[in-house]
Each structure stands twice: as structure tokens, then as C-alpha cells.
């Protein structure tokens, strides 16, 4: 079990429209620190089947650097 950091970010990143092994899949190799418009150039670089779905969440998440995947997962969970 990780920390509860971790565990928040992994339930956050759930969700019945878009699983979070589809965004971590299209975060792959993303290195941290990372802007949200850098995040999301990252996606659109990204073969992934999901990718709009991905880029439309990742839309609506605050503007500012992220330090981690974690952080990411837990903005996520806040705009769905």
C-alpha cells in the first residue's frame, strides 16, 4: 500500500468514462516537473485510442506546474 498521497492520486485517477490506466498509459515517460500545457503537448504526441477523451479532461485541470503524476491524478479527479 503507498502513501496516502499515493492512494488519493490512484482514486482520483478512477472514473467510469476514462480509466486510469488509460491516463497513465498516455502519461508514459512524461518527465515531472511538467506545465499543464506541457502535459498536454505530451498527449497529443502520444498513439493512443483515448487521447481527445484524455486531452478534453486535461483541458479543464488548473494551470500550473505539476511535480508529479500524483498531482495530475488528483486535479483530474477534482474537474471531472
Avoid at 488509460?22 to 515531472?32: G, N
Amino acid at each position: 500500500i503507498g502513501s496516502p498521497e499515493q492512494e488519493g492520486g490512484r482514486s482520483a485517477l478512477k472514473s467510469k468514462k476514462l480509466p486510469a490506466a488509460s491516463v497513465a498509459k498516455a502519461l508514459k515517460r512524461i518527465v515531472f516537473p511538467k506545465s499543464k500545457r506541457g502535459i498536454i503537448a505530451h498527449v497529443i504526441n502520444q498513439n493512443d485510442s483515448k487521447k481527445e477523451e484524455i486531452i478534453s479532461v486535461l483541458r479543464r485541470i488548473s494551470d500550473k506546474i505539476y511535480r508529479d503524476l500524483v498531482e495530475v491524478a488528483k486535479e483530474i479527479g477534482k474537474v471531472k
